[in-house]
C-alpha cells in the first residue's frame, strides 16, 4: 500500500529541504524525495563548494601579495587537487549536516528517481520512487516540486569532462588548466573566472552581451571588466564563439570579436556557463498538465502554486532569480501555504544577488537603468573605496558603493556594490528594501567606523550632495 503523507517535496535543494523542515516545523507529516545528494545542487555542487574554491583562490593571491602587508611568504605553490579536495570536503560535511536535519524534523527520506502519475483532477496526489530497479508508492494532499536545474550545453559540443567542461567538472578538475576559455560571464562564469585566474591560468572570457555581469548595474560592470583585466584576464564583449573542436592538444574554437573579426584560438579546457536548464523532464509534468513558460520553467503563482491543485513549484525549475536565497525563501512561503497560514508574498525586487569573483559584487533591487526604463526620475549616489579608510587600511582600496533614490519619494530603489566583503554587506540594503525605507532613515543610521560598511552611508550621503570623504 502507498505510503501516505500531508505533504511530499520532490528534490532536497535548497529550496525542498527548506521547505520540509518548515513543514514539519508547523506539524505536517512530510516525505522528501532525492536522487543524488541531499542538498542539492547549491550544497554540492553550486554555491558552498565554489566558495570553499575561491577562498583557497584567495588565500593564494594573499601570499603572493604578501610583501604589501610588510610580510614575506616563500615557495608558494598551489596543489589543484587538495584546493579540490578541500571543496569537497566542505561539500559533504554540508550534505551530512542536511541528513541531521531531517532526522531532527522526523522528514521520511527517500531516495530514487521521484515520478508523478495519477490525473490531475485527484483529490490525492501520488507520486511514484524508483531506485535500483524498485519503485514504491507515496501519496500526499500535496506536493512540492523542488528539481532544481541543470547547466546548459554549448549546441553541438556537450561538456564531456576533460576538455569541455560544464560546472561540475569545472569544481572537480582533471588537472589545472593552462589556458582556459570561459563561455558566458554570468555569475557562475565569472566565478570560475575569477578562480582559474587567480590560481594562475590564463583565462579568456567571451560574453554575448555588450558588457559582462550584463544583470548588474552598468558601472559594476565596467569597473569588473577593468579590473579582471587589471589581473590579466582577456575579456570579450559583444562577442561570440563557434566551431569549438576537441583536439589532441585542448580545444579549438572560432572567436568573433565587437567588430566582427573573427580567429580561431587554442585553450586547454572550455568552461561553458551559458545558462541553465530546468529539471522538468520525466517528472509527469506533461501528463498532468502542468503550465510552463516558454524556456519550460513552472508558471506558478504569488503562494507558489502551479495550476494544478495540490501542486506547488519553488526554486531554479520556476521563474528567476535562479538562487538559492530565493528558493529557500519560496520553500517557506509554499510550506506555510500549505499549512494554512498565510505568508507574505515575494517581493521580487528585493531579492539580494551576489557574485564571489575577485572583487566580489553585490546588488539588490533595480539597477540605474532600469529604475529610469521603469519611469522613475532618480537620485544617485556613488563612493568609491579609496575615500574609506578601512578599505585602505586593508589593502583593499579597490570599489565602489552606488545608491538609486526616487527622486520624488526618497524611496530606495537599488544598491550595487563590488569591492571586499561587500557579499557580507548587501544585507544592510536588503534590510533596508524590506522596510521601504528612503534616504532619510539611511542617513540617520549610525555606521561602525571604521568598516567598509560606512561607504554605505556615504554612497547615500552622495546622492543628496552631502558625502563627507570625497
Ligand atoms: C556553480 C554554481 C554556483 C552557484 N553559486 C550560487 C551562490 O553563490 N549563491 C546562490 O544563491 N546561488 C548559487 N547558485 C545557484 C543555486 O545553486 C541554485 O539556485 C539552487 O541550488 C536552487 O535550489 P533548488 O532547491 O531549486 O534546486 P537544486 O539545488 O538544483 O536541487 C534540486 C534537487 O532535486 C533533485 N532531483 C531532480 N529531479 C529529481 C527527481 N526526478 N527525483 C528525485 N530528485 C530529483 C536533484 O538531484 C537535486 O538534488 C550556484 C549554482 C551553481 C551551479
Redesign the pocket.
Known sequence: MAENYDLIV???????YVAAIRAAQLGLKVAI?????LG???LN???IP??ALLRSAEIYHYMQHAGDYGLAAEKISADIAAVVKRSRGVAKQLNQGVTHLMKKNKIAVHMG???MTGQASDKTRKLSVTKDGKTEELTAKNIIL????RARDLPGTPADGKRVWT?RHAMTPPEMPTKLLVIGSG??GI?FASFYNDMGADVTVVEMMDRIVPVEDADVSAFLEKALKKQGMTIMTGAGVSDVKVTDKGVSAKLKDKAGKESVAEFSHVIVAIGIVP?TAD?GLKELGVAMDDRGFLKTDDMCRTNVEGLWA????TAPP????K?SHEGVIAAEAIAGKHPHAMDARNIPG?T?CHPQIASVGLTEAKAKEAGYEVKVGMFPFIGNGKAIALGEAEGFTKTVFDAKTGELLGAHMIGAEVTEMIQGYTIGKTLETTEAELMHTVFPHPTISESMHESVLAAYGRALHI
Open positions: 520532490l528534490g532536497s535543494g535548497p529550496g525542498g524525495v532525492e536522487r543524488e545528494n542539492g545542487i547549491c555542487w553550486g554555491c565554489t566558495k528517481d521521484g515520478k523542488a528539481t532544481g536545474a560546472y555569475a557562475i566565478e529539471n517528472i519553488i526554486g531554479d525549475i535562479w538562487l538559492a536565497h528558493a551576489c564571489y
